[in-house]
């Protein structure tokens, strides 16, 4: 039977330990029945440690610091333990040095007032129009996407709904607004005051409006033209 052992967020100077402990929890109940012996164990973590310094460390340069999950799968043909190292993936998230933190903190709390109290700087870029001629516009946070709105016009008002996630999700779920002149500049010029008038809510949920409307153009593309 093919096992899985993954290490979970460890610090990097703690890995070795983290993989031996868990490759051990996973087997305690073939040690239990002499299909395996406390020595075949730790000679299988200590084999996959030597690999793992040997990317991680050597190849890699990771910091004791930084922060690193494993995930590899195995299989148990006693008394050997085979891993499918063709399965391994390592993922590293480096720790940021604290001379480095600092100054850029202080600067940021300088500030903070425009970052807390001040209105989100949002861009829009427009994507598309639906068969029923909504418009879909992905929302923009510097350079980063991090929302879409679904624009439905009528006349001169529109009703919008739509989410960021990013720098706090915000969701939208039907607001209705007058412009006039072209729909695509009043979006563009008024996009951060029509975003604020929504509410706070968890990524999830502002995640899952964003995926709705995305969706909508991407079912279309999707859709193949009938044969005459």
């Known amino acids: 039977m093919p096992y ?5 967020l460890v610090i990097a100077g703690g890995y070795a330990d983290k993989v031996r402990r868990v490759l051990f929890a ?6 239990k029945s002499g299909r395996l012996s406390n020595s075949d164990v730790a ?3 200590a084999e996959l440690n030597r690999l793992l310094f040997e990317i991680l460390v050597n190849k890699l340069h990771v910091d004791k610091g930084d922060v690193v999950r494993i995930i590899v799968e195995y299989e148990v043909e006693p008394p050997n333990i085979k891993w499918k ?3 391994l ?3 590293v998230w480096r720790r940021v040095p604290d001379e480095e933190i600092e100054p850029l903190v202080k600067e940021a709390i300088e500030t903070a007032e425009e970052y807390m109290k001040g209105e989100i700087q949002l861009t829009v870029e427009k994507l598309g129009e639906t068969d029923t001629g909504d418009v879909v516009y992905r929302v923009k946070y510097g350079d980063l996407d991090v929302g879409a709105i679904l624009v439905t016009p009528v006349d001169h008002r529109a009703v ?14 039907r607001t209705i607004i007058e412009y006039e002149g072209d729909l695509d ?3 563009s010029e008024n996009i951060s005051r029509i975003i604020s008038q ?8 502002a995640q899952k409006v964003v995926n709705e409307i995305l969706a909508l153009l991407e079912v279309e593309e999707e859709e193949p033209e009938l044969e005459e």
Do not use: C, H, M
Request: zero cysteines.
């Open 43 to 45: 000679k299988a973590a």
């Open 185 to 187: 500049q009043y979006i």
């Open 85 to 87: 190292l063709d399965t």
């Open 160 to 173: 919008i709904r739509g989410a960021i996630t990013e720098p706090t999700p915000i969701v939208l779920r």
């Open 198 to 205: 929504g509410r706070n809510s968890e990524r999830r949920e």
């Open 4 to 8: 899985t052992l993954r290490s979970g």
């Open 89 to 91: 993936t390592i993922q």
């Open 26 to 31: 996973q087997l305690r109940d073939e040690v």
